[in-house]
């Protein structure tokens, strides 16, 4: 069975970092896309990027360039998405999610509730 | 970038009914549309990609249909767990979804 296990519920202060995880099961890891969407609260679903594990290559949605840092570790099969400077904006549900060709979803992490407050 | 746009934003009806979602893309994406659903508290499910072509396991009662930039959603007879967000998608090259409409009872 295909799987995507995101790492638990998370608060943090402004400004502190953050690294959340997304482990793959039951399927080559490296041959998918895997995607970041954010959804805040009460809110619609949005792309922040998408990386391929065999090579890296990464690609970011313009809103996102520069605000998150994405990566993989084959290794452990695992997907991460990092911010190094949180924002109380950031506070949302964070999903991962594997891609059929680019872009398709076809399975979907459990997501991660980030929360940023002072 | 290419905009999709869902409509209605919200929609009221019953078990039993038929009813149907409309996503408009501001440019021509061929067939290249999914339809999502998100229960409350649940990640997104595929129902719906290549704007018709049912994803394994989704009851028959969901269907897609249009190309070009005008698409829509179909369940055919409402049940109780259909009561959800659903959310149209291009995939064409580059990837946005539309603002969801949220589907609740009358």
């Known amino acids: 069975e295909v799987q995507l296990v995101q790492s638990g519920a998370e608060v943090k202060k402004p400004g502190q970092s953050l690294k959340i995880s997304c482990q793959a099961s039951?399927?080559?890891?490296?041959?998918?896309?895997i995607g970041w969407v954010r959804q805040m609260p009460g809110k619609g679903l949005e792309w922040m990027g998408i990386?391929?594990?065999?090579?890296?290559?990464?690609r970011y949605s313009p809103s996102f360039q520069g605000q998150v840092t994405i990566s993989t570790d084959k290794s452990s099969k695992t997907a991460y998405m990092e911010w190094t400077s949180l924002k109380a904006s950031d506070t949302a549900m964070y999903y991962c999610?594997?891609?059929?060709?680019?872009?398709?979803?076809?399975?979907w992490g459990q997501g991660t509730l980030v929360t940023v407050s002072s | 970038d290419i905009q999709m746009t869902q409509s209605p934003s919200t929609l009221s009806a019953s078990v039993g009914d038929r009813v149907t979602i409309t996503c408009r893309a501001s440019?021509?994406?061929?067939?290249?549309l999914a339809w999502y659903q998100q229960s409350p508290g649940k990640a997104p499910k595929l129902l719906i990609y290549?704007?018709?072509s049912l994803e394994s396991g989704v009851p028959s009662r969901f269907s897609g249909s249009g190309s070009g930039t005008e698409f829509t959603l179909t369940i055919s007879s409402l049940q109780p767990d259909d009561f959800a967000t659903y959310y149209c998608q291009h995939y064409d090259g580059s990837s946005s979804f539309g603002q969801g409409t949220k589907l609740q009872i009358k």
């Open positions: 999610a594997r891609q059929r060709g680019r872009w398709l979803v076809d399975t």
């Open positions: 440019q021509s994406i061929s067939s290249w």
């Open positions: 990386i391929f594990p065999f090579d890296s290559e990464t």
């Open positions: 039951g399927y080559t890891f490296t041959n998918y896309w």
């Open positions: 290549k704007a018709s």
